[in-house]
T-cell receptor, first 111, second 118 residues
């Protein structure tokens, strides 16, 4: 059974204070790891796909990295508008081939 | 603008009543999904459909039903058999279904429907 664990559950940062969110996973054959951003009361919005260990993707202040067991979402010099819940999900080559989501990290960036 | 439209945004239901949540997409996507989101938990898959007139149960299908009569539409009915229906429901679509070799795992989500049972 695929499993995704995100940590920490919640993170409060001061504006400009860089940090990282963690997503650890166990899957039977990773086809892809995905990061989504979710604002309160809204649906998740796709950010990145990572396919293999060593791969990195960047978008503005966000950079996602992938190893064989975990992914990190690095946030550099965050701004208050980066406040959201960040969700990690994996797609495996197992029989279900469905996305398995983590429970998310709620990020708050204080001005 | 292309996207997914869910309605209603908020819905209140009395115990014993069935309710139907609407989901429409104009992205020309083949696959559509329904997820349930509860506080502190990851999104859980209720049902998905890869083509018209076909759908598959997800991890928590009990107490729910769906139909896919048109490519654009994938309504979800929460029946009275669902023991704990209060939740945030999310509809999503993707260009190809999860069992397709073309599947990328990139989902497009609607804004969600919040169901509260009184």
């Amino acid at each position: 059974e695929d499993q995704v664990t995100q940590s920490p559950e919640a993170l409060r940062l001061q504006e400009g204070e860089s940090s990282s969110l963690n997503c650890s996973y166990t899957v039977s054959g990773l086809r892809g790891l995905f990061w989504y951003r979710q604002d309160p009361g809204k649906g998740p919005e796709f950010l990145f796909t990572l396919y293999s260990a060593g791969e990195e993707k960047e978008k503005e202040r966000l950079k996602a990295t992938l190893t064989k067991k975990e992914s990190f979402l690095h946030i550099t010099a965050p701004k208050p508008e980066d406040s959201a819940t960040y969700l990690c999900a994996v797609l495996s080559s197992g029989s279900a081939r469905q996305l398995t989501f983590g429970s998310g990290t709620q990020l708050t960036v204080l001005p | 603008d292309g996207g997914i439209t869910q309605s209603p945004k908020y819905l209140f239901r009395k115990e014993g009543q069935n309710v139907t949540l609407s989901c429409e997409q104009n992205l020309n996507h083949d696959a559509m999904y329904w997820y349930r989101q509860d506080p502190g938990q990851g999104l859980r898959l209720i049902y998905y459909s890869q083509i018209v007139n076909d759908f598959q149960k997800g991890d928590i299908a009990e107490g729910y039903s769906v139909s896919r009569e048109k490519k654009e539409s994938f309504p979800l009915t929460v029946t009275s058999a669902q023991k704990n229906p209060t939740a945030f429901y999310l509809c999503a679509s993707s260009a190809s279904g999860p069992t397709s070799q073309l599947s990328t795992g990139e989902l497009f989500f609607g804004e969600g429907s919040r169901l509260t049972v009184l």
